[in-house]
Nanobody
Framework: QVQLVESGGGLVQAGGSLRLSCAAS??????MGWFRQAPGKEREFVGR????????YYPDSVKGRFTISRDNAKNTVYLEMNSLKPEDTAVYYC??????????????????WGQGTQVTVSS
C-alpha cells in the first residue's frame, strides 16, 4: 500500500523558514512534487524532483526561496522554504508519480497524494 506522509508544517513569521518532509512507502517513484492550496484557491504547483537524477524545477513564485531534496535511504522528500511570505500560507501537499510525465505542474500527473500539512506565515 502506497503512503505519503507529510510533516513539518506550522506557524512562522514572515521572513522565516520551515522544512516540510514527505515520507514515502509502498513503492518507488519516478518523481515527486509539492503543491499548495490556499483557502478559496486552486491547488498550485511549487516544485518537483525526479527521484533518480535529483533534477528539480520550481515555478517563478517560489524560485530562489524553496528547495526540494530527497534522502534515498529514508525514501523521503523535503521542501525547504526560506524567506517565507504571508502569501505562502496554505496547506502543502506532496504527490508522487510512477510514470514519466511531461507536465509536472498538473495535478493529474500524480497518482498518489499525501494528507497535507498546514503552513501559516504571519506578517
Amino acid at each position: 500500500q502506497v503512503q505519503l506522509v507529510e510533516s513539518g508544517g506550522g506557524l512562522v513569521q514572515a521572513g522565516g523558514s520551515l522544512r516540510l518532509s514527505c515520507a514515502a512507502s509502498g513503492r518507488t517513484f519516478y518523481a515527486m512534487g509539492w503543491f499548495r492550496q490556499a483557502p478559496g484557491k486552486e491547488r498550485e504547483f511549487v516544485g518537483r524532483i525526479v527521484w533518480s537524477s535529483r533534477s528539480t524545477y520550481y515555478p517563478d513564485s517560489v524560485k530562489g526561496r524553496f528547495t526540494i531534496s530527497r534522502d534515498n535511504a529514508k525514501n523521503t522528500v523535503y521542501l525547504e522554504m526560506n524567506s517565507l511570505k504571508p502569501e505562502d500560507t496554505a496547506v502543502y501537499y506532496c504527490a508522487a508519480t510512477s510514470w514519466v510525465v511531461v507536465d509536472f505542474a498538473s495535478i493529474t500527473s500524480y497518482e498518489y497524494w499525501g494528507q497535507g500539512t498546514q503552513v501559516t506565515v504571519s506578517s
